[in-house]
Nanobody
Framework: QVQLVESGGARVQTGASLRLSCTASGGTFSDYYMAWFRQAPGKEREFVATIARSGIYTEYVDSVKGRFAISRENAKSTMYLQMNRLKPEDTAVYYC??????????????????WGQGTQVTVSS
């Protein structure tokens, strides 16, 4: 299994932008579809965005469509989440994840076999 490390989380003001990164090691990055999930205090982990192995197909939760953009650079074994026009409700720990079984639904957390430890994003009003 690939190992994942997130970075880029910070405390920012409403309306700011952040870019999260997720760097993989120990596996062939291009074999994996990838995703970002987030978990706010007292809430369940929530799907945010997913990207296919090629980077062509992406999917987002409705609450971030038009504000967030997921991308990947397979040559660098790195995935990104560009977050614009941040809102207080985006406050959460953001996790990156990797999966290989395309028989599973990439919008569900159980479809992923590897997870990072998370990076905190705090948006203040």
């Amino acid at each position: 299994q690939v190992q994942l490390v997130e970075s880029g989380g910070a405390r920012v003001q409403t309306g700011a932008s952040l870019r999260l990164s997720c760097t993989a090691s120990g596996g062939t990055f291009s074999d994996y579809y990838m995703a970002w999930f987030r978990q706010a205090p007292g809430k369940e982990r929530e799907f945010v965005a997913t990207i296919a192995r090629s980077g062509i197909y992406t999917e987002y939760v409705d609450s971030v469509k038009g504000r967030f953009a997921i991308s990947r650079e397979n040559a660098k074994s790195t995935m990104y989440l560009q977050m614009n026009r941040l809102k207080p409700e985006d406050t959460a720990v953001y996790y990156c994840s990797a999966g290989r079984n395309y028989d599973k639904n990439p919008l569900l957390s159980e479809s992923y076999e590897s997870w990072g430890q998370g990076t905190q994003v705090t948006v203040s009003s």
